[in-house]
């Protein structure tokens, strides 16, 4: 949530991709979107990313369950 914070309040526009909404509420009260789905599932990523424009992705997962994440996925 801190980037999406320091992002928004920077007066970018900001998509968060959360797999739930446990901070709708805050994110939608700093005039950003959210997009709910799984990080791991790449139909849902490529979904959201056909939704709109992006200037930039930043991705803040690194582990999942201990494991470090390796991505195979490239915009």
Wanted: charged fraction near 25%; aromatic fraction near 8%; glycine fraction near 8%.
């Amino acid at each position: 949530m801190e980037v999406v914070r320091t992002l928004a309040k920077a007066g970018s526009w900001v998509t968060a991709y959360q797999r739930g909404d446990k901070f709708r509420k805050e994110i939608e009260d700093l005039g950003s979107m959210l997009a709910i789905g799984d990080v791991l599932d790449v139909a849902t990523i490529e979904k959201v990313l056909r939704s709109n424009s992006f200037d930039a992705v930043v991705c803040t997962v690194g582990k999942l369950h201990g494991q470090l994440i390796r991505y195979s996925y490239c915009i």
